[in-house]
């Protein structure tokens, strides 16, 4: 791929990432941060942290999109640290794991800065405060990376237990832990909001649906050890860096490998971001170079040669760069080639060969093409023989030949044909309705017997005669569960016309259907969807559609009727309806006040907190969300007080409220440790008391007061 521009950063690029304002952070692994313009890689501005980090395979340092935070871990990875951008002061640590930090990550919305370690933990803490907040499912292993969705709902870790964990950043509550590597998860991201990618150190790759946990596919190809990964999400491609420096290409929505070798680079590929904008792959490199790739490269050589109508060449052009398959001028030529067969055949069916061969000319020096044409030519040598046969009445001969050619089908001839035997069918069924008239049935469909596919629907016809009749009053009477009933036993009544009258009945609902769901009828979209879910080959999309359709039309009664305990509690369960504008609206909402509360909560304020989202105290879906900062808020005054040297009477109450109410947590462990350094004559014991949980904690458990 051309390189557009390359910029040094003296030591090895360990994260690329642009921001909201259009500016490129680059951070080398002496966690020096340089933002650069994102065109011209020009040094706008930076500063220095002064970690050098001798092992970035992981995420060691992190940038928030917003420009306000560094994540980084400490030069002997024993913490993680998170600054301020703009003071390049410290805002928060975590030192709590045993064992080093393996990788940090900040979310999108800049909420959290996420701490993860070889002991299995991961802890979140609020950005500005820099407090502990909550943790995630502990792994029993060391945690390799950690993603987020692009709408930050969702944060992922993958861990060497071989297990992948997903927790929800809306509800607060984690999903059933992913299963199905052999071997450590060492990369992860989100290919789209319900997407997750995860590669393991066997190279094996598999793409996740978070919402159910099922696998959805295994990426072939990946041969080397994965070091980063980025998606395009707008040009559809997914690119793999390796240890060895290639680049490796995706096509997203068939996960085709479309180049195993898109781009070498001489060292390692360490970091990975795409520019949307410019339409340009940045790679950061192990040998400290910042480089843009225009992965459109050749585009304009392909208008040139499109003039000309040098069609090998642009095919040669698309082998050197898959992406080019993509463009508008490569779907010209597509098109060209299609409309060029196509013709090509029905020259054939005439015997103007020398024309056909003309048409196709163009083409023959592509050699996929090449062997699509010879094979044509080849198959339509035995044409006339066919069409003899077929104006001959010989008709085991021409079907024969059309299952030994199938292309054949594509004539008019042989459509010709089809069309005599559905009218032969259709009339021997009909004498075969009466006794009396059988013997003309039979004379009727006798050509047709030494023609293997069509041997049983003959006997069917013959001695089915019956079902046929039912088959045409339940199309009369509009039952078609009935219907496809007897289709599926009977597959003969296919060959009729009543059926294929059926089937475009169903193609015109569905189109109706889709109007109106365009229209925002969604009544009228409803009514239509119930009856496609009686048609086998719509009912499953039908009743997709109709959940959907009507979960979102209650959604927006609940929000005219200003019901948001309803509306929030089913947004939890739906995330598409969080992608609604209402959706979004109610969740910014949420945020908003939520980080209001959090402000509050940094203050071990308990009334404020309560205050602030009073509004939300009694919405189920939210009882998670509010158990974790509540907790937040309790830890702070047990700290507080801590500080404050009060009794230990009044911290031993406190410690037993706080384990009653949420459980054994990391943050009390943590805490109670240093209670019983102030208070080593303390006999008490927090495994032996009695023990709560996030899950069980309920609104009836607030106090403006953990200490009471």
């Known amino acids: 791929m051309k390189v557009v521009n390359s910029q040094t950063v003296s030591k090895p690029v360990i994260l690329l990432k642009i921001l909201d304002n259009n500016t490129l952070a680059a951070i080398n692994a002496d966690s020096v941060v340089r933002i650069l313009n994102v065109e011209t890689l020009e040094l706008i501005n930076g500063f220095k942290v002064g970690i050098t980090h001798q092992h970035y395979k992981t995420q060691v340092v992190d940038y928030s999109r917003d420009s306000k935070y560094f994540a980084t871990l400490s030069a002997n990875a024993r913490e993680s640290l998170l600054y301020s951008a703009e003071t390049k002061k410290v805002l928060g640590m975590v030192k709590r794991h045993h064992g080093e930090v393996s990788c940090v990550g900040i979310d999108p919305l800049s909420r959290f800065m996420f701490s993860c370690g070889d002991d299995g933990k991961t802890f979140a803490i609020d950005t500005k405060s820099g407090k502990l907040v909550f943790t995630l499912p502990m792994h029993t292993d060391t945690i390799n990376d950690i993603a987020f969705s692009q709408n930050a709902n969702w944060v992922a870790v993958a861990s060497y237990d071989r297990k992948v964990s997903l927790f929800n950043l809306v509800t607060m509550t984690p999903v059933e832990k992913f299963t199905g590597h052999s071997a450590p998860v060492v990369k992860l991201e989100f290919l789209s909001q319900n997407e997750l990618l995860s590669i ?160 196709v000319k163009s083409f023959q020096n592509i050699p996929v093409k090449n062997r699509i044409i010879q094979k044509l030519f080849k198959d339509y040598e035995h044409f006339d023989k066919f069409k003899q046969s077929a104006q001959e ?7 024969n030949l059309v299952n030994t050619y199938p292309i054949y089908k594509e004539s008019k001839i042989y459509k010709a044909l089809e069309n005599r035997w559905k009218k032969s069918l259709i009339t021997a069924q009909k004498y075969a309705l009466d006794q009396k008239s059988m013997a003309k049935a039979q004379e009727l469909l006798t050509p047709y017997r030494g023609i293997t596919e069509k041997t049983k629907f003959i006997q069917e016809v013959m001695s089915k005669g019956e079902i046929y009749k039912r088959f045409r009053v339940a199309i009369g009477q509009k039952d078609f569960k009935v219907c496809f009933e007897l289709i599926k036993h009977n597959p003969f009544l296919k060959e009729f016309p009543e059926y294929d009258a059926l089937m475009k009945y169903a193609d015109t609902l569905y189109i109706k259907a889709n109007k109106f769901l365009q229209e925002g009828d969604t009544h009228s979209a409803i009514k239509i969807l119930r009856i496609l879910t009686d048609f086998t080959d719509f009912k499953e999309e039908a009743q997709i559609l109709m959940k959907e359709l009507v979960s979102k039309q209650k959604f927006f009664n609940t929000i005219e009727n200003d019901d948001i305990t309803t509306a929030y509690n089913m947004m939890a369960i739906a995330e598409e309806l969080l992608l609604s504008n209402e959706g979004k609206e109610l969740h910014e909402k949420w945020n908003t006040d939520l980080q209001k509360a959090n402000t509050f909560a940094a203050l071990g304020d308990a009334h404020s907190v309560q205050k602030s989202l009073a509004k939300y105290i009694n919405i189920s879906s939210k009882y998670r969300s509010l158990a974790t900062i509540f907790a937040w808020t309790y830890i702070v005054q047990l700290e507080n007080a801590l500080q404050a040297g009060e009794s230990q009477a009044e911290l031993e109450n406190g410690i037993k409220n706080y384990i009653l109410n949420f459980g054994l947590q990391e943050q009390i462990e943590s805490f109670f440790t240093a209670f019983k350094e102030k208070y080593p004559t303390s006999k008490l014991n927090s495994e032996l008391l009695t023990k709560g949980s996030l899950a069980m904690w309920r609104p009836s458990m607030i106090v403006n007061s953990i200490l009471d």
């Not at 929505?253 to 949307?276: G, H, N, R």
């Not at 398959?325 to 597509?334: E, P, R, Y």
């Open 393 to 399: 009445g010989k008709l085991t001969v021409a079907y």
């Open 200 to 359: 393991d150190k066997k190279s094996s790759a598999i793409v996740w649906d978070i919402h159910t946990n099922k696998i959805i596919h295994k990426l072939k190809g990946v041969h080397d050890d994965v070091t980063q990964i980025c998606v395009a999400t707008e040009e559809n491609l997914l690119f793999l860096a390796t240890e060895l420096g290639y680049i490796l290409l995706y096509q997203l929505d068939t996960y085709q490998q479309l180049s195993e070798k898109y781009i070498k680079i001489s060292s390692m590929v360490t970091a990975l971001e795409f520019d949307t904008q410019s339409k340009h792959l940045i790679i950061g490199t192990e040998d400290g170079f910042v480089t843009r790739y225009d992965i459109y490269e050749g585009q304009e050589k392909l208008k040139a040669l499109l003039k000309v109508k040098n069609f090998e060449a642009i095919h040669l052009e698309i082998e050197k760069n898959p992406v080019l398959q993509f463009t508008k001028i490569a779907g010209l030529v597509s098109n060209f080639w299609k409309h060029s067969f196509e013709k090509a055949k029905i020259l054939l069916e005439n015997g103007d060969k020398k024309t056909a061969h003309a048409l």
